[in-house]
């Protein structure tokens, strides 16, 4: 824990993370913290308990076009970026808590192809306004269609990707 507040002042003296980002994540980390070792390190009576999502990797024709997508469209971080096949894009209240991997689909020769895909990922937005939403998605040059507090549209590679509010995509109401 030490360390990570360490690297998280580090993060914020340095401009890399705002305020606003710094006290998301003290506040996060102060949550899970006070729960209690015993509670943070238990697993449910089957399998693990999961507390979030760590990153999404995405293997695509040009890692390029996809970065630049993610970046221009979505306002993901570019963390890391090895400028040949990969880079990782952090977006959320922290710097490199959640991240996107984009990667040239072939990165992995030895592995086998997917059988089975993830066919969108949906991504909340804050301060949700219907009208500027659409507007900064076709000034993009995109399409978006959906409904009030949801939208898709279609990353370079034809990938679905939503874009929602808290209150229309709520798993807990």
Known sequence: ?????????????????????????????????????????????????????????????????????????????NAKDDQKSRANLAFGPRSGGNYFIARNANENANTAPAKSVVDHICYTIPNWDDARVNATLKAQGL????????????DPFNYPVQLASIEAENPFI
């Open 1 to 77: 824990m030490e360390r990570f507040i360490a690297d998280l002042v580090q993060d914020f003296e340095s401009g890399k993370i705002n305020r606003r980002q710094f006290c998301e994540t003290v506040a996060l980390a102060a949550t899970v913290y006070a729960a209690g070792e015993e509670a943070a390190n238990a697993a449910p009576s089957q399998g693990f308990k999961m507390i979030a999502v760590n990153h999404i990797s995405y293997a695509c024709p040009d890692y390029r076009k996809a970065r630049d997508f993610y970046t221009s469209v979505l306002g993901m971080q």
């Open 143 to 154: 399409n978006p269609t959906g409904r009030s507090g949801s939208v898709n549209v279609l």
